[in-house]
């Protein structure tokens, strides 16, 4: 109907998402507060903390946020 017989080759983005400097998550390491931070962003929980930690740090780096990690004093 509208004659069109090109393709346009799709070229993946860079897996690489540069964070927004406004797109900041501040993470208190504290074991009780990551289990209800990954609880309420539906991310399955580990046994370690180190290992949740790195499953945060891995969803932010794939949704492009930056993490801010705050110790308790």
């Known amino acids: 109907m ?9 070229i ?3 897996k690489n ?3 927004h400097p406004v797109r900041c ?3 208190v390491n504290n074991d009780k507060w990551i289990r ?17 930690l790195n499953k ?4 932010a780096h794939s949704t492009g946020l930056k993490i801010n990690l705050i110790t308790e004093e």
């Open 2 to 10: 509208y004659g069109i017989n090109t393709q346009t080759a799709y």
């Open 56 to 59: 945060i740090f891995d969803w």
């Open 36 to 52: 209800g931070f990954m609880r309420h962003q539906h991310l399955n929980t580990a046994r370690k903390r180190e290992e949740n």
């Open 12 to 14: 993946k983005p860079a």
């Open 17 to 19: 998402i540069e964070p």
């Open 25 to 27: 998550i501040e993470i």
